[in-house]
């Protein structure tokens, strides 16, 4: 199988559902209106994730699967480019977070220290199977974060975890820092 062929099969599969989710989001920042009825087999990648990201946490050392996974984070945040239309201007992405997600974020501007809460309710990741996922998968929530302020400040972060859903907390919670 050639590397089009497998890229075709993933995406068949739904493991290009982040792209799909985040596109149906900037959309919505440009029209208001309902996200595409979701595709059955978005089950069968469910647990593929799941079952993956089990095997690398019981079989790899935890900084390891951390940074990879991070990394897959990043690609997520730059497959759509959201955050690109609010370069030096935070307010105005923290407006839109806000607005289209009921994301809370506080800043201490001296400090450069930006809190960001995600919304109660289920994971918004597709790839995500609640009952199944181990927080290890969180980690792609932190890339997306730092690859988001990246862009957004123009330079350099620091992102971690305070809190998530699949930790059995109500809403996900990181810490960023600028730089």
Same mark, same amino acid.
């Given at each position: 199988m050639d590397r089009k062929q497998f890229l075709t099969l993933a995406?068949?599969?739904g493991a290009c559902g982040c792209a799909t989710r985040l596109a149906a989001?900037?959309? %919505?920042? $440009?029209? !208001?209106?309902?996200?595409?009825?979701e595709d059955p087999r978005l089950g069968f990648a469910r647990h593929q994730v799941a079952r993956l990201i089990g095997f690398m946490g019981a079989?790899? !050392?935890a900084e390891a699967c951390a940074g990879v996974i991070e990394q897959a984070g990043r690609e997520c945040a *730059?497959?759509?480019?959201?955050? %690109?239309r609010f370069k030096h201007d935070p307010e105005g992405y923290f407006e839109?977070?806000? *607005? =289209?997600w009921g994301t809370e974020f506080t800043? $201490? *501007?001296?400090k450069g220290i930006i809190t960001v809460t995600v919304a109660e309710g289920p994971c918004g990741c597709p790839l995500v199977d609640a009952?199944? @996922?181990? %927080?290890?998968?969180? =980690?792609?929530?932190?890339?997306?974060q730092k690859e988001s302020?990246? @862009?957004v400040f123009g330079r350099p972060v620091k992102a971690r975890l305070l809190a998530s859903k699949l930790s059995g907390s109500k809403h996900c919670v990181f810490e960023v820092t600028v730089c």
């Open positions: 995406c068949g599969l989001h900037s959309r %919505a920042l $440009d029209s !208001p209106g309902p996200l595409p009825v079989g790899l !050392p *730059k497959l759509t480019q959201l955050h %690109a839109a977070g806000k *607005k =289209n800043w $201490d *501007k001296p009952k199944r @996922t181990p %927080a290890l998968w969180c =980690n792609c929530s932190v890339g997306y302020f990246e @862009t």
